[in-house]
Protein backbone atom coordinates (compact mmCIF):
# COMPACT_ATOMS: atom_id res chain seq x y z
CA UNK A 1 0.00 0.00 0.00
CA UNK A 2 0.63 3.43 0.19
CA UNK A 3 3.56 4.71 1.91
CA UNK A 4 4.24 8.34 3.26
CA UNK A 5 7.52 8.94 5.02
CA UNK A 6 8.98 12.18 6.75
CA UNK A 7 12.42 13.20 7.40
CA UNK A 8 13.66 14.25 10.42
CA UNK A 9 11.87 12.54 12.84
CA UNK A 10 12.88 14.93 15.40
CA UNK A 11 14.23 18.41 15.34
CA UNK A 12 15.59 20.53 18.04
CA UNK A 13 16.44 24.59 16.90
CA UNK A 14 17.23 27.26 18.95
CA UNK A 15 14.90 30.03 18.83
CA UNK A 16 15.32 32.07 15.52
CA UNK A 17 16.98 29.39 13.50
CA UNK A 18 14.66 28.06 10.73
CA UNK A 19 13.62 24.51 10.15
CA UNK A 20 12.43 22.49 6.91
CA UNK A 21 10.43 19.23 7.78
CA UNK A 22 9.92 16.94 4.19
CA UNK A 23 7.43 14.15 3.49
CA UNK A 24 7.86 11.36 0.69
CA UNK A 25 4.75 9.57 -0.87
CA UNK A 26 5.66 6.46 -2.54
CA UNK A 27 2.66 7.02 -4.88
CA UNK A 28 1.51 10.14 -6.74
CA UNK A 29 -0.95 12.39 -4.44
CA UNK A 30 -4.24 14.38 -6.02
CA UNK A 31 -3.68 16.44 -2.56
CA UNK A 32 -1.14 16.55 0.44
CA UNK A 33 -2.42 18.21 3.68
CA UNK A 34 -0.02 19.48 6.62
CA UNK A 35 -1.21 19.38 10.50
CA UNK A 36 0.29 20.27 13.62
CA UNK A 37 0.35 18.74 16.90
CA UNK A 38 0.76 20.31 19.94
CA UNK A 39 1.87 17.94 23.04
CA UNK A 40 -0.82 16.60 24.36
CA UNK A 41 -3.24 18.07 21.53
CA UNK A 42 -4.78 17.04 18.70
CA UNK A 43 -4.03 17.59 14.83
CA UNK A 44 -4.84 20.98 13.38
CA UNK A 45 -5.35 21.68 9.71
CA UNK A 46 -2.54 23.99 8.20
CA UNK A 47 -3.25 24.14 4.59
CA UNK A 48 -3.88 21.70 1.70
CA UNK A 49 -1.66 21.89 -1.70
CA UNK A 50 -2.94 20.49 -4.67
CA UNK A 51 -1.02 22.13 -7.52
CA UNK A 52 1.97 20.55 -8.84
CA UNK A 53 4.69 22.54 -7.89
CA UNK A 54 2.39 24.78 -5.88
CA UNK A 55 4.16 26.89 -3.33
CA UNK A 56 1.74 28.42 -0.42
CA UNK A 57 2.63 30.89 2.52
CA UNK A 58 1.48 31.34 5.97
CA UNK A 59 3.72 34.05 7.64
CA UNK A 60 6.89 32.65 8.15
CA UNK A 61 5.45 29.09 7.43
CA UNK A 62 6.04 27.82 3.50
CA UNK A 63 4.93 25.02 2.16
CA UNK A 64 5.51 23.42 -1.60
CA UNK A 65 4.06 20.39 -2.81
CA UNK A 66 6.80 18.76 -6.12
CA UNK A 67 6.53 18.92 -9.23
CA UNK A 68 5.62 15.07 -9.74
CA UNK A 69 3.08 15.62 -6.71
CA UNK A 70 5.12 12.71 -4.49
CA UNK A 71 6.85 15.30 -1.99
CA UNK A 72 6.32 18.07 -0.13
CA UNK A 73 8.12 20.01 2.65
CA UNK A 74 7.43 22.28 5.43
CA UNK A 75 9.79 25.31 6.21
CA UNK A 76 9.06 27.39 9.00
CA UNK A 77 11.43 30.87 9.53
CA UNK A 78 12.95 32.20 12.43
CA UNK A 79 10.96 29.60 14.95
CA UNK A 80 9.42 30.53 17.77
CA UNK A 81 8.80 28.95 21.11
CA UNK A 82 4.90 28.22 19.86
CA UNK A 83 5.97 26.35 16.94
CA UNK A 84 6.78 23.69 19.24
CA UNK A 85 4.98 20.16 18.16
CA UNK A 86 4.60 17.32 15.46
CA UNK A 87 4.18 18.53 11.80
CA UNK A 88 2.56 15.85 10.11
CA UNK A 89 1.57 15.67 6.32
CA UNK A 90 -0.86 13.22 5.15
CA UNK A 91 -2.40 12.34 1.76
CA UNK A 92 -5.09 10.35 0.31
CA UNK A 93 -4.86 6.76 -0.04
CA UNK A 94 -7.11 4.31 -2.92
CA UNK A 95 -10.28 4.49 -1.83
CA UNK A 96 -11.41 6.56 0.90
CA UNK A 97 -8.57 6.57 3.25
CA UNK A 98 -5.96 9.07 4.30
CA UNK A 99 -2.45 8.36 5.03
CA UNK A 100 -0.27 10.17 7.69
CA UNK A 101 3.17 10.41 7.52
CA UNK A 102 4.97 9.39 10.97
CA UNK A 103 5.47 13.44 11.54
CA UNK A 104 8.65 15.33 12.93
CA UNK A 105 8.59 16.71 16.26
CA UNK A 106 9.78 20.50 15.93
CA UNK A 107 11.53 21.26 19.98
CA UNK A 108 12.34 25.27 20.14
CA UNK A 109 14.99 26.49 22.69
CA UNK A 110 14.22 29.70 23.82
CA UNK B 1 -21.32 22.61 17.82
CA UNK B 2 -18.55 24.49 17.97
CA UNK B 3 -15.91 22.03 17.06
CA UNK B 4 -16.23 17.94 17.25
CA UNK B 5 -16.52 16.34 20.60
CA UNK B 6 -15.61 12.77 22.04
CA UNK B 7 -16.37 11.07 24.91
CA UNK B 8 -15.18 9.83 26.89
CA UNK B 9 -11.34 11.78 26.94
CA UNK B 10 -9.89 9.07 29.08
CA UNK B 11 -11.22 5.29 29.13
CA UNK B 12 -9.80 2.37 31.59
CA UNK B 13 -10.51 -1.23 30.73
CA UNK B 14 -9.91 -4.60 31.50
CA UNK B 15 -8.60 -6.64 29.25
CA UNK B 16 -11.21 -8.45 27.72
CA UNK B 17 -14.07 -5.43 28.51
CA UNK B 18 -16.07 -3.99 25.13
CA UNK B 19 -15.94 -0.63 24.78
CA UNK B 20 -17.82 2.61 23.38
CA UNK B 21 -16.56 5.48 22.26
CA UNK B 22 -18.32 8.31 20.66
CA UNK B 23 -17.65 11.01 18.19
CA UNK B 24 -19.99 14.25 17.87
CA UNK B 25 -19.08 15.73 14.41
CA UNK B 26 -19.02 19.52 13.58
CA UNK B 27 -22.91 19.85 12.11
CA UNK B 28 -23.73 19.54 8.58
CA UNK B 29 -20.21 17.91 8.24
CA UNK B 30 -20.49 14.97 5.30
CA UNK B 31 -17.20 13.14 6.13
CA UNK B 32 -16.06 11.77 9.27
CA UNK B 33 -12.93 9.62 9.61
CA UNK B 34 -11.85 7.49 12.89
CA UNK B 35 -7.80 7.16 13.21
CA UNK B 36 -5.85 5.54 16.16
CA UNK B 37 -2.95 6.89 17.16
CA UNK B 38 -0.21 4.98 18.83
CA UNK B 39 2.58 7.59 21.47
CA UNK B 40 4.71 9.30 19.00
CA UNK B 41 3.17 8.02 16.03
CA UNK B 42 0.90 9.54 13.18
CA UNK B 43 -2.66 8.65 13.34
CA UNK B 44 -3.68 5.64 11.59
CA UNK B 45 -6.71 5.53 9.39
CA UNK B 46 -8.94 3.05 10.97
CA UNK B 47 -12.80 3.86 9.02
CA UNK B 48 -14.49 6.29 6.76
CA UNK B 49 -18.09 7.38 6.37
CA UNK B 50 -19.72 9.37 4.18
CA UNK B 51 -23.29 10.44 5.91
CA UNK B 52 -24.62 7.29 7.13
CA UNK B 53 -22.51 4.99 4.98
CA UNK B 54 -19.77 3.04 5.63
CA UNK B 55 -17.37 3.71 2.60
CA UNK B 56 -14.10 2.44 4.05
CA UNK B 57 -13.10 0.15 6.79
CA UNK B 58 -10.25 -1.10 5.83
CA UNK B 59 -7.78 0.07 8.30
CA UNK B 60 -9.85 -1.82 11.11
CA UNK B 61 -7.40 -3.65 12.76
CA UNK B 62 -9.53 -6.97 13.41
CA UNK B 63 -12.92 -7.64 13.81
CA UNK B 64 -12.98 -6.48 17.18
CA UNK B 65 -13.64 -3.24 16.10
CA UNK B 66 -16.94 -2.01 14.97
CA UNK B 67 -17.75 1.45 13.76
CA UNK B 68 -21.35 2.55 13.52
CA UNK B 69 -22.92 6.22 12.09
CA UNK B 70 -26.47 5.36 11.88
CA UNK B 71 -28.35 8.82 11.13
CA UNK B 72 -25.07 10.26 9.88
CA UNK B 73 -24.02 12.62 12.40
CA UNK B 74 -23.13 11.10 15.60
CA UNK B 75 -20.07 7.82 14.87
CA UNK B 76 -19.86 5.13 17.59
CA UNK B 77 -16.69 2.95 17.94
CA UNK B 78 -16.97 0.04 19.58
CA UNK B 79 -14.00 -2.60 20.71
CA UNK B 80 -14.90 -5.73 21.76
CA UNK B 81 -12.78 -8.03 23.91
CA UNK B 82 -9.95 -5.33 24.06
CA UNK B 83 -6.14 -6.32 24.54
CA UNK B 84 -3.14 -4.30 25.54
CA UNK B 85 -2.13 -3.60 21.97
CA UNK B 86 -5.62 -1.75 21.35
CA UNK B 87 -4.40 0.94 24.33
CA UNK B 88 -3.79 4.11 22.01
CA UNK B 89 -5.84 7.91 21.50
CA UNK B 90 -8.80 7.50 19.36
CA UNK B 91 -9.25 10.56 17.38
CA UNK B 92 -12.47 11.38 14.89
CA UNK B 93 -11.88 13.59 12.74
CA UNK B 94 -15.19 15.39 10.37
CA UNK B 95 -15.01 17.42 7.25
CA UNK B 96 -17.32 19.07 4.70
CA UNK B 97 -15.54 17.80 1.59
CA UNK B 98 -15.49 13.64 0.61
CA UNK B 99 -12.49 12.40 0.00
CA UNK B 100 -10.04 12.16 -1.94
CA UNK B 101 -10.66 16.37 -1.75
CA UNK B 102 -11.94 16.30 2.28
CA UNK B 103 -10.01 19.92 2.37
CA UNK B 104 -10.27 20.49 6.13
CA UNK B 105 -10.39 17.48 8.72
CA UNK B 106 -11.51 18.88 12.02
CA UNK B 107 -10.33 16.84 14.95
CA UNK B 108 -11.87 16.10 18.30
CA UNK B 109 -9.50 15.90 21.41
CA UNK B 110 -9.53 12.09 20.88
CA UNK B 111 -10.52 9.51 23.95
CA UNK B 112 -7.32 7.73 25.00
CA UNK B 113 -7.88 3.99 26.11
CA UNK B 114 -5.95 2.29 28.36
CA UNK B 115 -6.02 -1.30 28.95
CA UNK B 116 -5.02 -3.35 31.69
Known amino acids: GQQVMQIPQYQHVQEGEDFTTYCNSS?????IQWYKQRPGGHPVFLIQ?????EVKKQKRLTFQFGEAKKNSSLHITATQTTDVGTYFC??????????FGPGTRLSVLP | GAGVSQSPRYKVAKRGQDVALRCDPI?????LFWYQQALGQGPEFLTY????????KSGLPSDRFFAERPEGSVSTLKIQRTQQEDSAVYLC??????????????FGPGTRLTVL
Open chain 1, 49 to 53: LVKSG
Open chain 2, 27 to 31: SGHVS
Open chain 2, 49 to 56: FQNEAQLD
Open chain 2, 93 to 106: ASSTGTPPSTDTQY
Open chain 1, 27 to 31: TTLSN
Open chain 1, 90 to 99: AGPNYGQNFV
